[in-house]
């Protein structure tokens, strides 16, 4: 590989020798390391005398690292919280998380927060009324067009999370999941740390939209239960019918009821009223046990 | 490396008693009447096999079962029917169906990978979901599975900028993790080159710790090259299981060259060296037999040439 | 990067491995890691966290080779990132809780004192000086060693040696009284 080194002119052979093989006193080692990182020919004689199968095991593994990526912004936040490496590197593999789809999510959410500003601007006696005295109700001024301006957001922002969820799972979009399937990291606690990072990567920008719009601030906050009884929904009812369909099948749903609500009470946040998070809070208690009850299938045939 | 491969039914109380066999001397994989259906298709029907070390081939056309076997031996499937022994554990119950888990490496047919994934972050991913959480241990043994599949050089390329070749043997890669005892590849090297087949076979040969290989192709040369048993999967069913000298022996006294296309043959074509080969039930008397390769076994089997396709 | 890697000064190679050359990065570690391997295994007892320290070392450089301006030589900067990597190992570990592994290897016992022909070939400065560091107390003798010849600031080699930084700064200042008295 190398020429076979010149001799130094500084340090002989038997004392680079004797400095690898830890004889040397104190002063003298540190008069070799001193002179070390100037001499070619004493380094690579000084290599010579490390084991061989040593320095090649270090160097496959010194390649491999080197092909990793960089740990992204999202994955150091992660690890500076303490989460442990591995479970930083599987995030980083979920689809949701990748930041094509977060910045995506952005876009959309923002559409939606403006063009509802823009109508409650066009329509100032609806911005008064949301206003008013922590009331679910959004009283229709002139004509019940303007408060409908208000429904695409109720039904799109606790779907995102429900989105979010649905792709990370989706054996049609995570191209690895045949070889999940048969690994042996357990499904469900796949399930649960990915749900938990998707649903709380996609609902913190769906929450800061919803303060941006025009009415009482907990409203960000009633978007909380819906949003997870939806995800558990879709994720209970894939282990009966494929995950696209049940999580269609779920967005489906959800925006017939909120309209159903919306039209029958007159008001667009009908569905997020106390007997809608009641509501929601049986759904999701029932999800969760569903997915308990049928775990056996979520870990052997989900996906076969 | 000794294979043993049997079809056919199995006594009851046998399979029980060998259940919790683990032993080398024993079968390493156990099919007891296994039925798969997809709505209306029956993938698997009513198969048993009993199979042991060594690199067992699983031939047979696209649409035969073989994929479907392959998944359900990988515990990503469920049978609707029958029963399971893979390295001594049953797949239905939760706890052993994770001890197979620990031993497996799985490369499925057209494996999708993150394609923005560098090499090294994709087998870093797999290893992960293997259970590779000490990060010291687990890069170690990336190192490791580079250097077996010849792709340190391409440790931090993209996936998206491999070559097919290549991607293959990022998903030997993978399943090489962990040093499994049981390696199950559904089509490894099809669409391959002849050069890039050959480097796949070399590394097969070369496996460290002697583990159990399962290999599904529907190209008989595959199998020939590097298997020592081989079980022909047909619709469905299993129609053979041996070694390929004995896939050969189905044909034999049933091959024979002539200088032109034979009419009484069932199938005829003409050879490399200009001469026309034969295969049929009913050879011509003072025809110039020759020995039968396994491919003409697979054909008399598969019925193509005038075979009716069961086991003798 | 042309297949006559070795005659390649090592500058050019860290230039390489900061626009993403691998081979550079594979020829610098055949060049270094040997001696590096040496001298860190000379200030932790533990083979695993040294080569842990090794391995870091070439990927802290993989990825920042750009901070590398040409200032001395590579050697001496590929020490810096060593020892620092190191001292992150060896607390990394300290941290799970296991038994302290680390020990500044100064074995009294099986040394060999270099011939008198070896300290003349050291340098005649360091004889007076050699004799004055044996007789330092081994705390003192690593302060010292950490402080000057690694270039680690009070802070880091309290960090390698599991003791608080005044404590270093209070073992470099008596040290150095004692090596100025025992030469004058």
């Known amino acids: 590989m190398t020429n076979s080194p010149v001799d130094c002119a500084v340090l002989s052979a038997a004392v680079v020798a004797s400095y690898a093989d830890g004889r040397l006193d104190a002063a003298a080692a540190w008069s070799v390391e001193a002179h070390l990182p100037g001499c070619p020919a004493c380094r690579t004689a000084l290599s010579a005398r ?10 496959a593994v010194v390649l491999a690292r080197a092909g990793l990526h960089d740990p992204g912004l999202a994955a150091r936040a992660l690890r500076r919280c303490g989460v442990p490496e591995h479970i930083a590197v599987l995030l980083g593999a979920t689809p949701s998380l990748r930041r094509s789809w977060l910045a995506g999510l952005l876009l ?21 009324n949301l206003g008013g005295g922590g009331q679910f109700s959004v009283v229709a001024a002139a004509g019940s067009a303007r408060w409908l301006g208000l429904l695409p957001f109720f039904i799109l922002a ?3 999370p429900l989105a979010a969820v649905a792709t990370a799972f989706s054996p049609v979009l995570d191209p690895a999941y045949r070889l999940t399937a048969a690994a042996p990291v357990s499904k469900i606690w796949l399930l649960c740390v990915r749900s938990v990072a998707v649903i709380g990567a996609s609902l913190v920008p769906a929450a800061i939209a919803a303060l ?18 939806m995800c558990a929904s879709a994720l209970g009812l894939a282990t009966v019918v494929p995950p696209l369909a049940a999580a269609a099948g779920v967005a489906a749903g959800w925006t017939a009821v909120v309209t159903a609500a919306a039209l029958a009470a007159n008001t667009a946040s009908a569905a997020f009223g106390p007997a809608g998070q009641a509501t929601a809070a049986v759904v999701l208690a029932a999800a969760i046990t569903l997915i308990l009850v049928r775990r056996n299938k979520i870990d052997y045939g989900w996906m076969g | 490396m000794k294979a043993l491969a049997r079809p056919g039914a199995l006594d009851g109380s046998a399979a029980a008693s060998a259940a919790k066999e683990r032993t080398d001397s024993g079968p390493v994989l156990r099919i007891e009447h296994v039925t798969r259906r997809y709505g209306r298709t029956v993938a698997l029907d009513n198969v048993s096999l009993e199979l042991g070390r060594g690199i067992v081939g699983l031939l047979g056309p696209n649409g035969a079962g073989k994929t479907t076997l392959l998944s359900i031996l990988a515990t990503v499937a469920s049978p609707d029917a029958g029963r399971l022994s893979v390295l001594g554990y049953d797949p239905a119950l939760a706890s052993e169906r994770l001890e197979i888990r620990r031993r497996l490496g799985y490369l499925p047919q057209d494996l999708g990978y993150h394609r923005h994934f560098t090499v090294s972050a994709f087998l870093d991913y797999v290893a992960i979901l293997k259970e590779l959480t000490d990060s010291r241990i687990r890069h170690a043994e990336l190192a490791r599975v580079l250097a077996s599949t010849d792709l340190t050089a391409l440790a931090g390329k993209r996936i998206r900028t491999l070559s097919g070749g290549m991607r293959r043997r990022l998903g030997l890669a993978q399943a090489l993790l962990g040093s499994p005892d049981l390696l199950v590849l559904d089509e490894p090297v099809s669409g391959l080159d002849p050069e890039q ?12 710790g002697d583990p159990v290989v399962l290999l599904a192709t529907h190209q008989v040369e595959d199998v020939t090259a590097v298997c020592s048993a081989v079980v022909v999967l047909l619709a469905g069913r299993v129609r053979f299981a041996g070694t390929p000298a004995e896939l050969a022996d189905l044909a034999s006294g049933r091959v024979w060259l002539s200088p032109e296309r034979h009419a009484g043959a069932e199938l005829s074509w003409r050879a490399g060296d200009g001469r026309w080969r034969n295969i049929g039930p009913l050879p011509p008397a003072g025809a110039d037999m020759v020995t039968p390769t396994a491919e003409d076994g697979y054909l008399v089997l598969s019925g193509a040439a005038g075979g009716n396709g069961a086991h003798p | 990067m042309s297949q006559d890697v070795e005659h390649v000064a090592d500058s050019a190679l860290v230039r390489a491995v900061a626009a993403g050359d691998e081979l550079a990065l594979a020829e610098l570690y055949d060049r270094h890691a040997g001696w590096l391997l040496v001298r860190l295994r000379r200030r932790c007892a533990s083979a695993d966290i040294v080569e842990l320290a090794l391995q870091d070392t070439f990927l802290n450089l993989w990825r920042n080779a750009a901070s590398y301006r040409g200032q001395g030589e590579v050697g001496a900067f590929l020490w810096g990132i060593a020892i620092r990597r190191l001292i992150d190992a060896v607390r990394a570990d ?14 009294t016992a099986d040394r060999l004192m270099a011939s008198a022909e070896d300290e003349v070939l050291l340098g005649v400065a360091h004889g007076q000086l050699g004799q004055a560091l044996s007789r330092l107390s081994p705390e003192l003798r690593a302060a010292i060693q950490a402080t000057v010849l690694d270039g680690l600031t009070c802070a880091e080699a309290g960090r390698l040696l599991g003791v608080p930084a005044g404590t270093i700064k209070s073992r470099c200042h008596r040290a150095r009284m004692e090596l100025r008295e025992a030469l004058t």
């Open chain 3, 94 to 107: 300290r941290r799970r809780d296991r038994v302290n592994q680390l020990a500044f290897r100064d074995s």
């Open chain 1, 212 to 229: 941006a719009l025009p009415g009482p601030w907990w409203l960000a906050l009633a978007l909380l239960l819906p949003a997870l009884a």
């Open chain 1, 158 to 160: 606790p779907m995102v």
């Open chain 1, 108 to 128: 959309v959410l923002a559409i939606v927060v403006g063009a509802t500003q823009l109508a409650a601007s066009l329509n100032p006696a609806v911005a008064q």
């Open chain 1, 50 to 59: 490390v084991d061989a199968d040593r320095l090649a095991r270090n160097r």
């Open chain 2, 197 to 208: 087949r050959l480097r796949f076979r070399e590394l097969l040969s070369q496996l460290p």
